[in-house]
């Protein structure tokens, strides 16, 4: 959600922020913008609605050139898409600003300042920052004071870059609530709200902390915290090796990311499932001695995310006798909640920024849990930073907006963490031998699901015309089928919902005609027979039935119901397994509809705001 790129240096810095924007595309936004202070300190500005291409055709068609700039990808919050509303935002043509997340209190900031004589030319909650900046310039030595005074009026979240056009040679940042990080070069640093924008220019980043403020030049970094005072934050080398810009042949980022899946998840098990189970110290140090005293675990995350959670407390439940909770996290950090003795608080995000996350985690950290975790895909990330332990899910940057790749690799942390606190709660050790041979096999279980892909993609063309549609799932592939509703509405548009098949007949069925496809997922376990009743109650109402079953499950497309058959799995890795039909079946679906399926409208990546 929303992109920052920021550069100081003795070079023209336009190419690096224009490329720093097109690496955070991925994020999603709906206009562009670039700021620079040119040889003789003036600042230029260009904006424009739409994708960043659109920014850099104006750019070519009229050049700019500056050693000191600051660029933006900005999804709407307040204020329409309109050039006007897109950032940098200027103040009295000397302050320049770009900023994401929301100030809450921008509307009395807005009365305030008009009331200093300023005008306003923006619908916007950032332009409150550059003009809050102008006026304190007025009596501030230094930028850098003026930032730190302005700061304090501010209430919200904000990651904010401020150049002054009569001070050239630095740039001031600010963090509260929303990342960002330092690049560190030679004779020239950069700034960013995530390191893969900065990837080609270096390799050295620092991680600003919570209510940081930090004054970057072409040589130095001074970093100041919250209390005011100057800290040194530790210098990372990154060694993230994906290339952002890099489709490898596939037509978008969510194809090549689902096809990358059995490499990831083969990646997140590699020296850390062997065959005696999951050694505890994969979640970090001290880790044991943590999970040994855990007896029931609280999970807190959004969107697929938490539909990771959901699945997981069949398993935490069911295998490792340990009682679960999952809460949506923008629900759980604004109720009073019960926190159960030797309670894990579990944060899930594939970003490890997900603003509603952080907060619940900070919240937790005052509320006497015993410990808290992150499943994350992000190093250096706020919640792997904040948490007691962190499991690193190597999937590797995921560029689509929809996520895939990054939630089957959830799961498998999940299920390891399931293995571990299963040692320290009686788990039955013929189940936990079953589950660590069922977790070897899954790599190429998920392969074989994806050699599936052509019959899926015939299978989508019954979408066509559809604008309505049902997912159904029993047991731990309820929450599959909606992270599949989820997967389908996000890309496609196509209005979906998910219930778990035994509340069929409490409302759903009113739905069911002709013009309703019926998606269901069927492996073959103990809830097999009450689905097929289930099925069967589609049926006779003169439902449509796409139904992805276990190849044992005696399943038979005739012309109600087309069948495809999926690989015979352990029911402990099928939610895992059954996830890739799902993620196929919306990204076609999604071809055919014309949708834009890497950036769908309306969506970001990460959510860096409530």
């Known amino acids: 959600m929303c992109g920052i790129v920021g550069a100081i240096a003795e070079r023209n810095v336009v190419s690096i922020l224009l490329e720093g924007l ?14 620079v202070l040119d040889a003789q300190n003036q600042l230029h500005r260009v904006r424009r609605t739409g994708k960043v291409q659109e920014l850099a055709d104006a750019l070519a068609a009229n050049p700019v050139k500056g050693h000191a700039g600051i660029a933006h990808t900005r999804w709407a919050t307040h204020g329409g898409v309109t050039e006007a509303n897109a950032h940098p935002h200027f103040s009295s043509d000397r302050v320049a600003v770009v900023h994401n997340g929301i100030i809450e209190n921008y509307q009395a900031l807005r009365e305030s300042l008009r009331g200093e004589g300023y005008v306003f030319t923006s619908d916007t ?13 007025r009596t501030a030595n230094t930028l850098l004071q003026a930032v730190k005074n302005a700061v304090k009026k501010f209430h919200g979240a904000y990651g904010t870059v401020i150049m002054d056009q009569q001070d050239p040679e630095r740039m001031v940042v600010a963090r509260s609530g929303s990342p960002l990080v330092i690049g560190l070069g030679i004779d020239e640093n950069f700034i960013a709200s995530d390191q893969l924008a900065l990837l080609p220019v270096t390799r050295r980043f620092i991680f600003l902390e919570e209510g940081d403020v930090a004054e970057i030049t072409r040589t130095t970094v001074r970093i100041f915290d919250k209390h005011g005072m100057e800290v040194l934050r530790q210098v990372h080398d990154s060694e993230i090796e994906h290339d952002a810009g890099d489709k490898a042949g596939y037509r978008h980022y969510m194809l090549k990311e689902i096809h990358e ?39 807190v995350a959004c969107g697929t995310s938490y539909h990771s959670g959901m699945t997981a407390r069949y398993w935490l439940e069911q295998y490792a006798n340990v009682s679960c909770n999952v809460e949506i996290a923008s629900e759980f ?21 997900t603003a509603d996350t952080l907060a619940a985690l900070r919240l937790a950290k005052e509320s006497g849990y015993t410990a808290s975790l992150t499943i994350c895909n992000v190093p250096g990330s706020s919640l792997v930073r904040e948490s007691d332990m962190a499991f690193m899910t190597l999937a590797g940057a995921e560029i689509g907006v929809a996520s895939t790749k990054a939630f089957t690799t959830q799961l498998t942390g999940l299920l390891m963490l399931t293995l571990a606190l299963g040692k320290y709660n009686g788990m039955d050790e013929a189940q936990h031998h079953k589950i660590v041979e069922a977790m070897y096999s899954l790599p190429a279980k998920l392969e074989e699901t994806l050699a599936l892909s052509k019959d899926i993609e015939k299978l989508a063309e019954e979408f066509a015309d559809k604008h309505h549609s049902l997912f159904l799932g029993r047991g731990d592939q309820y929450p599959i089928a909606m992270e599949g509703a989820l997967k389908l509405k996000e890309i496609s548009y196509i209005h979906a919902e998910a219930y778990a098949s035994g509340e069929l007949k409490h409302g759903p069925l009113a739905l069911i005609d002709d013009e309703m496809p019926v998606i269901v997922v069927a492996p073959n376990n103990e809830l097999l027979e009450k689905l097929k009743s289930n099925v069967e109650e589609v049926r006779a109402r003169g439902g449509i039935m796409y139904v992805f079953a276990d190849k044992d499950a005696r399943f038979v497309s005739d012309a109600t119901m087309r069948v495809i058959n999926l690989p015979h799995v352990d029911a402990a890795i099928a939610p895992i397994v059954y996830t890739i039909p799902l993620q196929l079946l919306s990204y076609y679906v999604a071809i055919i509809k014309g949708t834009d399926v890497d950036q769908p409208r309306n969506l970001a990546k990460s959510v860096t705001v409530e």
């Open 125 to 137: 909650d950032t332009e409150t920052i550059a003009h809050q900046v102008e006026l304190e310039l």
């Open 261 to 299: 899946q059995p490499t990831v998840v083969r990646n997140t098990l590699q020296d850390r499932l062997t065959k005696d189970g999951v050694d505890a110290r994969v979640f970090g140090a001290g880790a044991a001695d943590i999970l040994n005293k855990i007896r029931h675990v609280q999970i």
């Open 333 to 353: 950090r604004y109720r009073k909640s019960f926190v159960h003795p030797n309670s894990l608080l579990v944060t899930i995000s594939q970003s490890g920024e």
């Open 22 to 35: 097109k690496r955070l595309e991925y994020r999603g936004y709906d206009s562009a913008g670039v700021a």
